[in-house]
């Protein structure tokens, strides 16, 4: 298996403030990608997908970028609140539906 | 989108026992998938459970330490046997809906004493 980090970056933030999220993904032949995101003491939400054949697709105050030149995915939360705090995972996927493999993560805070 | 339940939510164990981790579906999927969260780490795949088949196993995981079961396409068990202190984590199922999108379960939190 694959499994990355040991400790997860944090990225703190005004409520009311755009949060950047960014995630660099392994394997330019990556061709579908999804955003997680973690409450404590829960499984992986599914937030936004983007499949290799678009470079931007937009959702309920996020947007989910993708450069596969730098292979590198971003999430983009517009006017965080307190319940977007979470950790944030990307994955990346081959073959259209199997083997994901995670990135390590990010952890919002969001302050009041 | 899928509804997924998890038994048991949590559980603390003795070294050398084993526990079996229930995966429930609420609609049919093809493929179900397990995966190992170490505390403050990412996701690791640690097999595909297709019904009808062997599971598929991911390197560094092996049948005889993690044996999993997929009698139906709405239900899957996973066995985390003769555990050790390193096997505390939370484990999480998984299905894909759509063709593409995954949907996790809530979580065992396995911690081995």
């Known amino acids: 298996g694959e499994s990355v980090g040991l400790h997860l970056p944090t990225l703190s933030v005004q409520e009311g403030d755009n949060s950047i999220i960014n995630c660099a993904y392994s394997n330019s032949a990556s061709d579908y990608f999804i955003w997680y995101k973690q409450e404590s003491g829960k499984g992986p939400q599914f937030i936004i997908d983007?499949?290799?054949?678009?470079d931007k697709r937009q959702g309920q105050r996020v947007t989910v970028l993708l450069n596969k030149t730098v292979k590198h995915l971003s999430l983009q939360i517009a006017a965080t609140q307190p319940g977007d705090s979470a950790v944030y995972f990307c994955?990346?996927?081959?073959?259209?539906?199997?083997?994901?493999?995670f990135g390590p993560g990010t952890r919002l805070s969001v302050l009041p | 989108s899928a509804v997924i339940s998890q038994k048991p939510s949590r559980d603390i164990c003795q070294r050398g026992t084993s526990l079996t981790i229930q995966c429930q579906v609420d609609?049919?999927?093809?493929?179900m998938f397990w995966y190992r969260q170490q505390p403050g780490q990412s996701l690791t795949l640690i097999a595909t459970a297709n019904q009808g088949s062997e599971a598929t196993y991911e390197s560094g995981f092996v049948i005889d330490k993690f044996p999993i079961s997929r009698p139906n396409l709405t239900f899957s068990t996973l066995t985390v046997s003769n555990m050790s202190p390193e096997d505390s984590s939370i484990y999480l199922c998984?299905?894909?809906?759509?063709?593409?999108?995954?949907?996790f379960g809530p979580g065992t939190r396995l911690t081995v004493t």
């Open positions: 983007i499949r290799s054949n678009m």
């Open positions: 609609s049919q999927v093809t493929m």
């Open positions: 994955a990346e996927n081959r073959n259209y539906g199997q083997n994901f493999v």
């Open positions: 998984s299905v894909l809906k759509g063709g593409y999108e995954q949907y």
